[in-house]
């Protein structure tokens, strides 16, 4: 016993004996998770879902689409990709999936070839495997019949072409030639398909959809023949006409034959590639980059050409330099973004003066595409670019007049006499008085309630280096010869003399018929004429001084009247003294002033809580920067206005 109780409590338990506290219990053992895996051989309880969403909670992983879509799919439960979606938000306008998708599951039910490729997951969504070159395939061939009448016949080992993507091209040939005009729907266009392929796709829907005549070359003897079968089952050889040419050639050999004939464009999706390797993205594609989704099954002749497309296109440079107005639009179609730029200054080398580029999205894929013309009465569209930047809604140039500021503002504009009270008539005031000082054009425009609306138009940039003006015209006029006092005194007096003279001699003579019919004595001639001469004379002068005096006192008054009381008022611009210094070309041709402007914006002057908040809208001109220079100047003027 003593043994025992000389002994240390056992382990995990207290004794008495023990001055410390208890340990704290051990923290009870985790809960045994579930495991998302069912074992081998278990069974699906019933009332369970295999998707996650029944009432066992077993979670599954959904099985995932093969390949990448060039649409977002309809009749799926599921979103498309979000990169996919972004792309065919920036189809063309007038491309009729941009807005209507396929239904791949109404594409199934009704064409028996077409379901076949068609996979359902257990999510409901149809996919389709377009790694799959016979499931590629069968799309193609559904929707040019289900969409556009057309039935083809496309080899496996041949380029197998996207719908969505022609469609763009032929959208956009559209938007060169004008096709959309009323005037110009019923005119007969012709076009020249460079290597149309074995689908002859471009010819086809061309000639479909617009009445298009096609001269569609080829230099594979499989896609040729391949071409002039689809041509003909489409009852299409009207209007299209396929030709074998030789390799290389282009167009200068395509058009010997027909050398009468002036075509309205060309269309070309040449080789993309100049290597088994650069096809194969080895040494081209950036390894960050995913693999491509889709499968390629494009012949040699299709897919690589040497030098790439980049020395393809080229050559049809070259060409265009020979035909020049034989094609209204030369146009080529680029796999590779970086192919651009090189392209587009090859062109300006060239001096070629009508030069325009694209961009063709749809699903998961991006291309580019470059026209150039030798004609100067062709209507060039604009880069897309160009264009979101244009609709892109702009965000207003801004600042704000704080409650404080205004009221110091109608304090200043009280003292001037002029009978502005609320806040906004009074920042209106003191804008339109910096405006009218810089002599920028402005109107008041209806507008919303609480608020006044400016439209301005500036003709000249009179609002940037005004300090630098203002010393130099200060420098001028200190520099500007000045007469003598003693000088501008015997001017005054031989004046007075003049005068005198002559109202004695009216007096003697009081002949006013003859003297206004220039009857007068040789004498008096002589005498009136030297008189005349220094009158002249010293009222020139006088008049030189007196000019010189006004700009000094108009200066002087224009900086008392800004409040530029401290030591750098002189540094400060000073927007009256700078609207006197306009050019007196601008003030004799006001014709030529209302034409030319360098921007027009529309000034807004609403109320912001107990602040004042102007805003400047861009309307058009030539630089944007331009507004703002105007609208930092202005503000600046304002603050300067309070401080002084």
Known sequence: MEAESSSSPPSGRWSERDTSPPPPPPPPPPPARRALVRPKGAAVRAGSSVCGGGGGGKAVRRPRATGGSSFPLRGSNLPPPAAAMA????????????????????????????????????????????????????????????????????????????????????????????????????????????????????????????????????????????????????NLSDLIKVVKVPQKTLLMDALKEESEIVYDFCMCNPPFFANQLEAKGVNSRNPRRPPPSSVNTGGITEIMAEGGELEFVKRI?????????????????????????????????????????????????????????????????????????????????????????????????????????????????????????????????????????????????????????????IRQLRELPRASEDTLQAMEEEKTSQKSVSNNSDSENPKTEDSEMGFVAPDEDVHLTTGDELTEESAAKEEHSEHVKEEETEAKQAETSLGKGSSNAKEEPCPSEEASNVTVAKEQSPKETNRCFLFKCLMNVKKDGNDVLVEMHWVEGQNRDLMNQLCTYVRNQILRLVAS
């Not at 790694?131 to 061939?141: G, H």
């Not at 956009?172 to 460079?194: F, P, T």
């Open 87 to 234: 792309l065919n938000k920036s189809m063309h306008a007038r491309n009729r999936y941009k807005d209507k998708p396929p239904d791949f599951a109404y594409l199934a039910a009704k064409y028996p070839e077409f379901q076949q490729h068609v996979q359902t997951t257990l999510a409901g969504r149809v996919s389709l495997n377009f790694k799959d070159p016979e499931a590629v395939r069968a799309l193609t061939c559904t929707l040019l019949k289900e969409d556009f009448g057309l039935t083809i016949d496309i080899p496996v080992e041949r380029l197998i072409p996207t719908v969505p993507l022609r469609l763009n091209y032929i959208h956009w040939v559209e938007d060169l030639i004008g096709h959309q005009d009323a005037a110009e729907k019923h005119v007969l266009r012709r076009g020249i398909d460079i290597g149309t392929g074995a689908s002859c796709i471009y010819p086809l829907l061309g000639a479909t959809l617009n009445g298009w005549y096609f001269l569609a070359t080829e230099v594979d003897d499989m896609c040729f023949n391949y071409a002039k079968k689809n041509v003909e089952q489409n």
């Open 317 to 473: 440079i070259h060409d265009s330099l020979q035909l020049k107005k034989r094609l209204r639009w030369y146009s080529c179609m680029l796999g590779k973004k970086c192919s651009l730029a090189p392209l587009k200054e090859e062109l300006r080398i060239q001096g070629v003066p009508k030069v325009t580029y694209t961009e063709f999205c749809q699903g998961r894929t991006m291309r580019w595409a470059l026209a150039w013309s030798f004609y100067d009465d062709v209507q060039v569209p604009s880069p897309p670019s160009k264009r979101r930047k244009l609709e892109k809604p702009r965000k207003p140039i801004t600042f704000m007049v704080l409650a404080s500021t205004v009221k110091e503002l109608s304090v200043k504009a009280a003292a001037m006499g002029w009978g502005a009270v609320e806040a906004i008539a009074v920042v209106r005031a003191w804008v339109e008085k910096i405006l009218t000082d810089l002599k920028v054009q402005h109107k008041r425009v209806p507008c919303g309630k609480d608020e006044v609306s400016l439209f301005v138009t500036a003709i000249e940039n009179s609002w940037i280096h005004l300090r630098r003006k203002k010393r130099e015209r």
